[in-house]
């Protein structure tokens, strides 16, 4: 995920003193499909050396709304990823591709040309008969930390509502937790002050929608060396390495993180799952898996987790 402006580009999530193995129990509910080796959060996001580039989803259609089945993955871009307007129906007729969350706002002003209002409808309107079913749409919202963060949740959700609203099949309200590159603002912010305005956006996206709020991120975490769960109630968790990592996340249950973002930009260390959408531009994207704790995941717990 990443900032409006280039020079602002996300810090990679992992980092050379992440020393601690995590726990892998989701990724071996998956079977085969995951390394469950112990992992140091080592590696860098920039390290394309365990690539596959021949490594991409079933291109079985899932047209009919039937359950594709695990990994249930999901991409996500902001408007420079694949200009403005990606061909939707690409990942909606792969196996395997279950949804898109896209960027809506930054701070409380985010000029992207109209490009959220024109792709937020784009990506229910892709999914045709699935919508809802086996695809879903979600949003985030970049957080700027020297901004008040109810008045970003506000920005956030008056953009969704220009772009038409809230649906059925859309994935609960994400804020996107950062410091960015060096250059970013974000950079100053002190631990309390990330604490107070992420847990000031998530209580006013909580008070608005009546919905369970999304948080995305590790890196700003691990580095401010923040437990406070900031009133978020699930976790995207960034890392990619050849298996999950959690340092930055250690106060939160297994149980608590819903999606991994193994894949960024079409870089990823992790060999058994695509990195790459076939035909989606030039394919190069971030990709996230839905993973459920020890379980292995169903597309039922998926919807009860990431859109109810």
Known sequence: ??????????????????????????????????????????????????????????????????????????????????????????????????GAIIKAMEGTGYADGGWFKANWPAVRDAGGDRYGVSWFRGAYLFLRFAVPGADQADAYLRAIEEAGGWDVGDVLPVIDVELGGEKNPNQQASSQQIIDCTSACAERLKEETGRRVMLYGRGAMRDRSITDHMSCD???????????????????????????????????AFAKLPHNVPGFGHGRVDISVYIQGAEKPDLQRLHERLID
């Open 1 to 98: 995920m990443t900032s409006t402006d280039d020079s602002f580009l996300d810090e990679p999530e992992t980092s050379e003193d992440d020393p601690e193995p995590r726990d892998h129990s989701s990724l071996d509910a998956l079977g085969d499909s995951f390394d469950t080796s112990a992992t140091d959060d080592t590696s860098s996001t920039d390290d394309t050396s365990a690539t596959d580039e021949s490594s991409t989803a079933d291109d079985t259609s899932t047209t009919d709304g039937a359950d594709p089945g695990p990994p249930y993955l999901f991409i996500d871009l902001y408007p420079r990823d694949l200009g403005p307007n990606p061909p939707w129906s690409v990942p909606v007729n792969i196996h395997g591709y279950v």
């Open 234 to 268: 699930v976790v995207w968790n960034p890392a990619y390495t050849s298996t999950m990592v959690r340092n930055g996340l250690q106060s939160w249950d297994l149980n608590d993180i819903v999606l991994w973002q193994y894949c960024g930009d079409g870089k990823a």
